[in-house]
C-alpha cells in the first residue's frame, strides 16, 4: 500500500522560507508523477506544482513559478517543496500526491491524482 507522509510545515515571516518533504513508501512506480497541492480554509483546492519522476520534468502553477522548486531524492525516495519569498497568501494546508502512472499527469492538478498524504501546515504572517 502506498504512503505519503509529508513534514516541514511551519509558520514564517512574508518573505521567509521552508521546505517541505514528502516520504514515499511503499510499491511506487519509478516513474510516476508526484506533486504538491494546497488548501486554505473555505478556499477551493489549488495544485501547486508536479514533477514526473522519469525525467525530472516540472511543472508549477503561474502562483508559485519563480519563487517554488519541486525535486526528488530517488535515493531516499522523497520529494520536496522548497518554498522561498512566502506570502501570506501561501498560508494553507499542503497535500503530497502520487499517481501510479507516467508522464501525462504531470499537467493535471495534483488533487486528481490517486494516493494522498495527510497534509502539512503552511502558516505566513505578514
Known amino acids: 500500500q502506498v504512503q505519503l507522509v509529508e513534514s516541514g510545515g511551519g509558520s514564517v515571516q512574508a518573505g521567509g522560507s521552508l521546505r517541505l518533504s514528502c516520504e514515499v513508501s511503499?510499491?511506487?512506480?519509478?516513474?510516476?508523477?508526484m506533486g504538491w497541492f494546497r488548501q486554505a480554509p473555505g478556499k477551493e483546492r489549488e495544485g501547486v506544482a508536479a514533477?514526473?519522476?522519469?525525467?525530472?520534468?516540472?511543472y508549477y502553477d503561474d502562483s508559485v513559478r519563480g519563487r517554488f522548486t519541486i525535486s526528488q531524492d530517488d535515493r531516499e525516495n522523497r520529494i520536496y517543496l522548497q518554498m522561498n519569498s512566502l506570502k501570506p497568501e501561501d498560508t494553507a494546508m499542503y497535500y503530497c500526491?502520487?499517481?501510479?502512472?507516467?508522464?501525462?499527469?504531470?499537467?493535471?492538478?495534483?488533487?486528481?491524482?490517486?494516493?494522498r498524504g495527510q497534509g502539512t501546515q503552511v502558516t505566513v504572517s505578514s
Open positions: 514533477i514526473y519522476r522519469g525525467s525530472g520534468s516540472t
Open positions: 500526491a502520487a499517481t501510479d502512472f507516467g508522464s501525462w499527469y504531470l499537467t493535471q492538478p495534483p488533487y486528481t491524482y490517486k494516493y
Open positions: 511503499g510499491p511506487t512506480p519509478s516513474s510516476n508523477c
